[in-house]
């Protein structure tokens, strides 16, 4: 895994989507299974929750699902395959690996030897950007930015 615990989030510009699945395709080669799927005309991609908050964590009965460098992870090992987690997901975003017989999820390609995650060096479109918290931060200032940004922190429970 890449080091440092720098909260990260993926954003995107569903206007300028083509819907060409590169980015699923990417995740799919890197992982062996898509961590992202198809939503009725654009990738759909784990939220990211703060892993305090992230219901996936909070419901496994194992704690299979726990932080490692800023992200949340599924311990292939502890995990039990029950399924609880892909119940718990609010944008349903947790995925079986029947050949890992574990559960996965997103973790922007922390347990990959990328540098970025795969869906966003495959976006020809360039509609896929990752992002820190401490970037959203800088932001703040700007007039154009600081009501999506406040409502999106508030959802991290942190304060810019």
């Keep these: 895994m890449r080091g440092g615990s720098v909260k990260m989030l993926m954003v995107m ?3 300028r989507c083509s819907g060409c699945d590169d980015c699923i395709n990417a995740c799919r080669e890197t992982h062996g299974v898509a961590r ?4 009725d005309r654009m990738p759909l991609f784990c939220l990211q929750c703060h892993p305090e908050k992230a219901p996936c964590a909070r419901i496994c009965p194992v704690g299979a699902i726990r932080e490692v460098d800023g992200a949340l992870v599924v311990d292939e090992e502890s995990c039990i395959l029950c399924k609880l987690c892909m119940v718990a997901c609010p ?20 347990d990959a030897e990328v540098i970025l995650p795969a869906c966003v060096e495959a976006c020809k479109e360039n509609v896929l950007k990752l992002v820190s918290l401490d970037d959203l931060a800088e932001l703040r200032d700007r007039a154009d930015f600081s009501e999506v940004l406040e409502e999106a922190v508030k959802i991290y429970g942190k304060k810019i």
Excluded at 36 to 39: L, Y
Excluded at 91 to 110: D, H, Q, R, Y
């Design 91 to 110: 944008a349903g975003m947790i995925v079986m690996n029947t050949e890992k017989k574990s559960a996965e999820k997103c973790t922007l390609c922390m």
């Design 36 to 39: 992202a799927r198809k939503g």
């Design 13 to 15: 510009d569903p206007a």
